[in-house]
């Protein structure tokens, strides 16, 4: 059974860059041909995927997020890691972590909130 | 970007009875949309995908239609744990973008 956990700061300043780690046990990141996600919800929201990392390395990101988005994947800790740059109020969101099959979430984070405030 | 419109926004329903929810994509995702349920405090749980197909796992009263721009979840008779909200997801185009969600609520 694969598992997902998020882990990183709960609050993070404006302008500051956000950093999260995602830790996956009973599964490899560097292994089968998925995608591995971050996916964030503001509180009362709905979903915005984020981007993900391919096992072969490759990334891909949301438009509207892309200049301040960077995820990279450490297969000697089966981890990948997301970090987004410059944040305002407008970051405040639980964000998920999940392995997709191609772009169907199938296992996920328990997600974790990060709030952007001063 | 597509833009994906659930209707409506909240729903009544009273246990036992069929609820009927509706996805619109701004262009046609085929039938590349998928359904997803999330209870509070709770990750979201793929129900459909490709429009009409279960997945593992999922009641058989959970049911999903449709193609292009039009789609439909129909829950053919409601039990207690089915009170969640519920997203849809087109997954034909980068960026994948998911709809803003139908409260599905005990009548």
């Known amino acids: 059974q694969v598992q997902l956990q998020e882990s990183g700061p709960g609050l993070v300043k404006p302008s500051e860059t956000l950093s999260l780690t995602c830790t996956v046990s009973?599964?490899?990141?560097?292994?089968?041909?998925?995608?591995w996600s971050w996916i964030r919800q503001p509180p009362g929201k709905g979903l915005e995927w984020i981007g993900y990392?391919?096992?072969?390395?490759?990334?891909n990101y949301n438009p509207s997020l892309k200049s301040r988005v960077t995820i990279s994947v450490d297969t000697s800790k089966n981890q990948f890691s997301l970090k987004l740059s410059s944040v305002t109020a407008a970051d405040t969101a639980v964000y998920y972590c999940?392995?997709?099959?191609?772009?169907?979430?199938?296992?996920w984070g328990q997600g974790t909130l990060v709030t952007v405030s001063s | 970007e597509i833009v994906m419109t659930q209707s409506p926004a909240t729903l009544s329903v009273s246990p036992g009875e069929r609820a009927t929810l509706s996805c619109r994509a701004s262009?046609?995702?085929?039938?590349?949309l998928a359904w997803y349920q999330q209870k509070p405090g709770q990750a979201p749980r793929l129900l459909i995908y490709?429009?009409?197909t279960r997945a593992t796992g999922i009641p058989a009263r959970f049911s999903g239609s449709g193609s292009g721009t039009e789609f439909t979840l129909t829950i053919s008779s409601l039990q207690s744990e089915d009170f969640a909200v519920y997203y849809c997801?087109?997954?034909?185009?980068?960026?994948?973008?998911f709809g803003q969600g139908t409260r599905l609520e005990i009548k």
């Open positions: 009973g599964g490899s990141v560097s292994s089968g041909s998925y995608y």
């Open positions: 997801q087109q997954y034909n185009n980068w960026p994948i973008t």
């Open positions: 262009q046609s995702v085929s039938s590349n």
């Open positions: 490709g429009a009409s």
């Open positions: 999940a392995r997709a099959d191609v772009y169907l979430p199938d296992y």
């Open positions: 990392i391919y096992y072969s390395g490759s990334t």
